[in-house]
């Protein structure tokens, strides 16, 4: 089973010296997950387009080969993990949260 991991990454670009906490939570998530058998994508693993638009339709495009998302910490920090969310109910993907995470009633409404 493919898992997309929906995290906090674009901070990585507006917010570098929060690096290693968020790559950290990359990391773990997927070694978790992939002890369990899963197939994870994890952005932090790719080399990304250079453009923002790009990099939108290569996230979306990789988030609908899934089978389901995994949703990390501080994911609403992240306009792209937004999207990412958003797009992943209304295409009916399965998605699990970390402990401690809460989805808002207003995304929640699509399912």
Known sequence: MKVYLIGSAGLFFSKPENLKEIVDLYVKAEHELTQKGYDVFNIMNM???????????????????????????????????????????NAGIKFTCAKGVHIPNRILFFI
Do not use: G
């Open 47 to 89: 080399s990304l387009p250079r453009y923002r638009k790009e990099m939108l339709f290569y996230r979306i495009k990789q988030l609908l080969k899934a089978d389901e998302v995994y949703i990390l910490p501080s994911w609403e920090q992240d306009t792209m993990a937004q999207i990412e969310l958003v797009t992943a109910v």
